[in-house]
């Protein structure tokens, strides 16, 4: 005789394939397509995935002796407050959090995954839609770097359709490089290292022009005056928008983040993660954030204002070539040459490290630096004064000496 358990259990399988069907059905009906967007473009071995049944699925009160948990507790301090009884597996769901998340963005909480940073969702959307060695994806440079690294990882061949010289994207041109096997566009806005927002109605253009998944990052958004485009993701079900509060809600070091899609996408992506991948910790901090949204505001107020203020200063040196416009907590700027050597002075000498970016197409002796307190900046304007003054020191040295080289030749 099946016990209760085994009930429960065939019980959930048996709701989670009515809704399944029912949702095929809505989405059939609703856009005359051939199943939902994840269906249509999910590799088959992962549609026909059983996703891991943890404990936490079946009882989440009562005497928990299914997990092979250490009822004792954790190994931490006589005095250390274990609220969270960190001895138990956290919440393979994360209801509250995406409710949070749903609220902040318009969306419904079972269109927001969330991740181990939003890195966990670039690297589970390779995994769930990209075939290794047959599929590609088009990416924008310059831009973030893990769309490569997950790319290569996940044996996927990468398009690159750079940005114009003003970093805009190049609509025609990357429509015209896909092909059959194109899965993914991968649009950064705020864009990394260009900190430029993109127009919604590019990232519209995109989406209905092309049948694969329109990838928007917007880790930076919440600097940016434009907005979040998780708007346009009821309207367009092809568009996955990528979060982390890693930067405006400053947590970097909790590494949270969140992909915003259709249903069929996150459901698919819920599938395939680790049952587990967010612990208590993270999932507490992550909560009384977006619970803390006048602290959030008054932060931005802060680091928009020293924005504003570092860009100006730097516009009056001499040196500098150009400081891009900015949606973002960090400045591009331009040197008229030397740009490595200044940032290794700054670094090593003043120690104050910027990012050297001038390997990047169209970053030609460009420093990107991160907005921080005013009086980090202050340190930084001043390393940067210096190291450019030490280096033109050192060249008029260089200079001097091959001159009286030449002199020696002859």
Known sequence: ???????????????????????????????????????????????TLLPYRC??????????????????????PSSFSNHLQLERYPSPYQWELKSLVADLRGVKKEQVFVGVGSDEAIDMLFRIFCVPGVDNVITTPPTYGMYKV?????????????????????????????DSKTKMIFVCSPGNPTSKSVPPADVIKLATSFPGLVIVDEAYVDFSTHGSMSNLISKHENIVVLQTLSKAFGLAGIRCGFALGDESVVGLMNNVKAPYNLNSLTSERAVEALKSMDVLKGNMEKILKE???????????????????????????????SAKSVYQIMADTFKVVARYRGTEIHCNECIRVTIGKREENDVFLKALEGAW?????????????????????K
């Open 1 to 47: 005789m099946p016990d209760r358990k085994d009930g429960l259990i065939l019980t959930s399988i048996i709701a989670s394939a009515i809704a399944l069907s029912l949702l095929r059905a809505t989405r059939k009906t609703k856009n005359n397509k051939q199943g939902t967007i994840g269906e249509r473009l999910a590799r088959p071995n992962i549609l």
């Open 55 to 76: 404990a936490r699925d079946d009882y989440e009160t009562g005497t928990l002796l299914d997990a092979n948990e250490n009822s004792l507790g954790p190994t931490q």
């Open 150 to 178: 997950c790319a290569n990882v996940n044996d996927v061949a990468i398009k690159k359709v750079p940005l114009t010289p003003s970093f805009d994207l190049r609509i025609p041109e990357m429509l015209s490089a896909c």
């Open 307 to 337: 924005r504003d203020r570092v860009s100006s200063v730097l516009s009056t040196l001499p040196f500098v070539v150009r400081v891009f416009p900015s949606d973002s907590n960090f400045l591009l700027f331009q040197l008229t040459s």
């Open 389 to 409: 003054e030490e280096n033109d020191v050192f060249l008029k040295a260089l200079e001097g000496a091959w001159e009286e080289n030449d002199v020696f030749l």
